[in-house]
């Protein structure tokens, strides 16, 4: 794995003032833009990015971690009966969450079966529905689906918000197909 430095963000605009660019276009970087010693991603809980390092896929310079955030993982119930869930939220806690389970129940039984308990501990929504699907897992595609089907049922729709843009989109459109299994 590449040395890099490390930086604790406390708010989004400092770790918008240090990264240099998403995980998504350092993928796409060619190798020698990764060796300048100037990229600079940010990191959620890191799970998907963390694989990447190992591989020798992503070779930030530095990386700008989310976890000291404050509010990244609330869970706010709506004056209009929705959720707004925090891209930090992890998996576990979004599918022990009372309002998730009772309205729901369909999406919280994804999320208990989507990995491990140890993986559900760490990884964040904002993560999975992020994140670059290398393989279709069943796990992951029942997340997905599950996911997809709660979004269209309750009319829901994404915020996303970046570095670059912030846009809202229907939840179905934003959400992806993973690939056929490698």
Same mark, same amino acid.
């Given at each position: 794995?590449?040395?890099?430095?490390? +930086?604790?963000?406390?708010?989004?605009?400092?770790?918008?003032?240090v990264a240099s660019t998403t995980v998504a276009d350092a993928m796409t970087l060619p190798p020698e833009a990764m060796?300048?010693?100037?990229?600079? &991603?940010? !990191?959620?809980?890191?799970?998907? &990015?963390?694989?990447?390092?190992?591989?020798?896929?992503? !070779?930030?310079? !530095?990386?700008?971690?989310?976890?000291?955030?404050?509010?990244?993982?609330?869970?706010?119930?709506?004056?209009?009966?929705?959720?707004? &869930?925090?891209?930090?939220?992890?998996?576990?806690?979004?599918?022990?969450?009372?309002?998730?389970?009772? @309205?729901?129940?369909?999406?919280?039984?994804?999320?208990?079966?989507?990995?491990?308990?140890?993986?559900?501990?760490?990884?964040?929504?904002?993560?999975?529905?992020?994140? @670059?699907?290398?393989?279709?897992?069943?796990?992951?595609? @029942?997340?997905?689906?599950?996911?997809?089907?709660?979004?269209?049922?309750?009319?829901?729709?994404?915020? &996303?918000?970046?570095?670059?843009?912030? +846009?809202?989109?229907?939840?179905?459109?934003?959400?992806?197909?993973?690939?056929?299994?490698?």
């Amino acid at each position: 794995m590449n040395r890099f430095a490390w +930086t604790n963000a406390k708010s989004i605009s400092e770790a918008a003032a240090v990264a240099s660019t998403t995980v998504a276009d350092a993928m796409t970087l060619p190798p020698e833009a990764m060796d300048h010693g100037d990229t600079a &991603i940010v !990191k959620a809980s890191g799970i998907d &990015i963390l694989d990447l390092l190992k591989e020798g896929l992503l !070779k930030p310079a !530095k990386v700008v971690s989310l976890t000291g955030v404050p509010g990244l993982d609330d869970v706010v119930e709506l004056k209009d009966g929705g959720l707004r &869930i925090g891209p930090m939220a992890t998996l576990a806690s979004l599918s022990d969450h009372r309002v998730l389970q009772q @309205r729901y129940p369909a999406l919280a039984d994804a999320l208990r079966g989507s990995a491990s308990p140890q993986i559900r501990n760490v990884a964040t929504l904002g993560g999975n529905l992020l994140q @670059r699907p290398r393989c279709g897992t069943s796990a992951h595609t @029942r997340f997905i689906v599950c996911v997809r089907v709660a979004a269209i049922a309750s009319r829901s729709t994404a915020k &996303i918000n970046t570095m670059r843009f912030s +846009t809202t989109r229907s939840a179905p459109s934003f959400i992806l197909r993973p690939r056929p299994r490698c």
